[in-house]
DNA sequence: GTCTATATGTAGATAGAC
DNA sequence: GTCTATCTACATATAGAC
């Protein structure tokens, strides 16, 4: 029993993560996740009650995703400062999405602060959960201003996807990760 | 005749401009500007044939803004490298504005991307003449890769507002921003 | 668990009196 | 130029049959 409806609430989730990101939180109404899944719309509020809560799944859902995405980091390498420049590599890799909606957490971050508090407080889990993982790699590297230095990266990285996106620049994105990795390696290289 | 009637128009841009900063323009409606101007729903298609048009004239009048802006920061100083440092001070003089909304253009910028293309490319306008202004300064320094210097900029100041915001993080806008002053007399001086 | 029908509100936009 | 009334579409959300 429920394996059906889990199959149906992860497949709303999974549609309504990537309609977040293209076209964002409050531009995609339970229409649009309805024809993307061929669920219908009524049928969502028997497993989320608002549409806050698929919010909140959603924002779940991508810490889980981005927990294996820093997990699979700290399994190719024992170095530090080679994690940190796996996990700038995302800038790169995920070119194509960065230029055409941004950075999935960073404009989420950024449209949600417009609306109420709490939704943006929701956002932020993502955020904290990066800051976290970068600010440990710099700790382990014997740095002090370990979290300065992870906000530092996460700025970075956030400043060239939004001028990326609004230019439509691939190139900055190239030359930008070069530098960022230079950056990386100027600080942890001693 | 008419006076009266671009009176009003310029209440509607300049109601429309707070609230497409404060809410998005998505999230904003007629009826919020209407509420903040006194003036009724229907009267908006007098001055406006849509809400796009209202989009236009809005950043029509932040490029009006910047341009004057920018003008004072040339007024102030000859020196180009001391212009780039009063435009970074920007940054810190709208730090409560940026904690709570962001950048009006970036994040404009960031929400329209996910709209139809038209919509942001309206929104570009007003970073092309950051970015031309910028790469100015850069220029009369002597330096060659004037443009580059501008995009890393303009990246550096949208990282740190997307981050500041996102944490609601007072603090490290004060850090970063004495950090880009070092970064831009790093690459001015000799 | 699944789906249809519907309630209720509000969006952008229009028509037409004044 | 100004304002009211209204149109159509679509939003979130609910009720209840199956």
């Not at 029993?1 to 990101?21: S, V």
């Not at 709490?118 to 889990?125: A, K, V």
């Amino acid at each position: 029993m429920g394996t059906k409806g889990e199959g149906n609430r992860q497949r709303i989730i999974d549609a309504a993560d990537n309609l977040f990101y293209r076209r964002g939180y409050n531009q995609t109404s339970f229409q649009d996740i309805s024809d993307a899944t061929g669920i219908p719309r009524g049928n969502f509020y028997y497993y989320f009650k608002t549409k806050d809560e698929i919010l909140d799944a959603v924002v779940c859902s991508r810490i889980t995703e981005l927990t294996v995405m820093l997990n699979q980091c700290e399994s190719e390498t024992d170095d530090a400062r080679e994690r940190l420049l796996l996990f700038s590599n995302m800038l790169e890799y995920k070119s194509d999405d960065v230029l055409q909606s941004g950075c999935p957490i960073g404009s989420l971050s950024t449209e949600l602060a417009k609306d109420d508090t709490e939704l943006q407080e929701i956002s932020r889990q993502a955020f904290v959960l990066l800051r976290d993982w970068v600010k440990q790699q710099f700790k382990v590297l014997g740095l002090e201003n370990a979290d300065d230095l992870a906000m530092d990266l996460l700025a970075k990285m956030q400043g060239v996807t939004v001028m990326a996106c609004a230019f439509k620049d691939a190139d900055f994105i190239r030359r930008s990760h070069q530098e960022i990795k230079d950056w990386i390696n100027a600080k942890t290289l001693n």
